[in-house]
């Protein structure tokens, strides 16, 4: 039976809208591996986000087996060490330097609502030091990607880059596999330039762990909220 073409189009909105909104930041991964086609795949799509001037800002090292392992284990063993951890700080600042309402307040749910399905107390420092440093393992996916972006470029630049990171987001989702995108990374950005060979005009943008959800994981079910329309769009007539 041929579909008609609303029919088509309602199935085609349907299947992007579920790739966006299924997508999370998932915290624990199956030892699964995922193809370097599907891989390939997922960087071609996210190839087609927009860019200024078709500048294409974004560059991308993908690491799996041995080159993963080689570099979760040399940040591992800094960020487990208190001397060594604090000489190395972010190249960017990320988040502000003064939270304010409603962002600090989003900041803490999140991860108190983490913690609280971990079974993580306040004041259990070690367990959050842990648990934190399971970014530097990707969460044991199996794919870890380093986002990379050359010196020269500007803020518009880094606007264009959020829509390719989305778009490797969701062009991951369409093929039934999850990601999360780490901002933890940069904190490493000088050992992880070391560990990949980096050029100097390149700079750490961010990480992401690729691979498949693990369904056992508590930390899998967390949802976290949004803020509904309403809260945040103006409509002017």
């Known amino acids: 039976m041929l579909m008609s073409a609303d029919t088509s189009d309602a199935a085609q909105s349907a299947a992007v809208d579920q790739a966006i909104t299924s997508r999370r930041s998932v915290r624990a991964y199956l030892p699964t591996p995922v193809p370097r086609e599907t891989i390939e795949e997922i960087l071609a799509v996210a ?12 560059k991308v090292h ?6 993963l392992q080689r570099l979760s284990a040399r940040i591992c063993a800094v960020y ?5 951890r604090s000489q190395h700080t972010e190249e960017y600042a990320y988040y502000p330097t003064e939270w304010r309402s409603p962002y600090g307040d989003r ?18 420092k070690a367990r959050m030091h842990a648990q934190h440093a399971r970014n530097y393992s990707f969460f044991d996916a199996p794919v870890g990607l380093i986002f990379t972006i050359d010196r020269v470029m500007q803020q518009g630049s880094w ?3 959020g829509m390719f990171l989305q778009s490797v987001m969701v062009a991951a989702r369409a093929r039934g596999l999850d ?14 330039s070391d560990e990949l060979q980096l050029p100097a005009e390149e700079m750490v ?6 691979g498949h959800a693990d369904p056992k994981a508590i930390e899998n079910t967390l ?15």
């Open 47 to 58: 190839s087609r986000a927009p860019s200024g001037t078709n500048t294409q800002p974004w």
């Open 62 to 67: 993908v690491l799996t087996g041995a080159a």
């Open 80 to 84: 487990d060490d208190p001397a060594q």
């Open 107 to 124: 900041r803490r749910k999140v991860g108190w609502d983490l913690y609280s399905l971990l079974g993580i107390a306040k004041t259990d």
């Open 159 to 161: 606007l264009d880059y």
């Open 179 to 192: 990601t999360c995108p780490q901002a933890a990374f940069t904190q490493f950005h000088r050992l992880i």
């Open 205 to 210: 943008v961010c990480g992401m762990a690729l």
């Open 223 to 237: 949802v976290t909220e949004r803020e509904p329309v309403a809260g945040f769009a103006r409509f002017l007539e």
